[in-house]
């Protein structure tokens, strides 16, 4: 694991934005095409305002969420509309978005098809991470109903999780799809997540769901 850390976020943001969009650019030269798979939350939305203004050939690019809240659209809970608000707009509008979610009641029950749809574009070329201060990274929260299957070395693609902290039902990758990523960042601000992902170092993956990402990470942190 390597630990970066950066004068304040701004310069975090920028620098980090700036290496994300050289890798997808390496990744278009070799094979024609790039996938590149972010968090939703709080904190990478500077990122995308940087990236979604960026020359690069997007159109070869698909882009997907790391996790979904089960929510529609239209919810403000809702990690899509994120994406399509403050990165597929501007020049990476251009990109494709391959969806996590779709209108049904529970996430089982799209669960296949949504599967079906990430295939063609594994392995992850790019893959950007946040992190919660409880640890948990994409939805891969501590005491999940399904965490230990998604962090088993053949655990599927996708899985429902269920969490007291997730709030609604989640969807997630599983944690050997995201660490089968060509190129791994983990984007935490502040103090708090800083002494919560030292802690995570030597802790059970099943307590520090993180973990299981922190060997081949880049860490970017500013306070
Ligand atoms: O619920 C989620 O939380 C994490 C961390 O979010 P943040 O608001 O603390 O930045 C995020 O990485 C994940 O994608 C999201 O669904």
Avoid: C
């Amino acid at each position: 694991m390597e630990f970066r850390t950066y004068p304040d976020r701004e310069m975090l943001m920028i620098d980090l934005a700036d290496r994300i969009a050289s890798e997808l650019r390496a990744a278009l030269a070799q094979n024609g095409r790039a996938t590149l798979s972010v968090p939703g939350g709080t904190t990478p939305g500077p990122i995308f305002d940087i990236l979604s203004g960026l020359d690069l050939d997007w159109a070869n690019v698909a882009v997907m969420l790391n996790d979904e809240r089960w929510v529609p659209e239209d919810s403000p809970r809702s990690n899509t509309r994120l994406l399509r608000e403050r990165l597929l707009r501007d020049k990476a509008a251009a990109a494709t978005l391959v969806p996590l979610y779709a209108d049904a009641p529970r996430p089982e029950d799209r669960m296949d098809a949504l599967a079906e749809g990430i295939t063609p574009h594994l392995p992850i070329d790019v893959l950007l991470l946040g992190m919660g201060a409880d640890m948990h990274t994409a939805s891969l929260f501590p005491g999940a109903d399904r965490l230990e299957e998604a962090l088993s070395d053949d655990a599927p693609i996708l899985l429902p999780m269920r969490a007291e902290a997730a709030g609604e039902p989640r969807i997630t990758l599983s944690a050997p799809i995201l660490r089968d990523a060509m190129n791994i960042h983990i984007l935490i601000t502040g103090s708090e997540k800083r002494a919560a992902l030292e802690r995570a170092e030597h802790l059970p993956e099943t307590e520090a769901p993180v973990r299981a990402l922190l060997k081949s990470a880049t860490i970017h942190w500013a306070d």
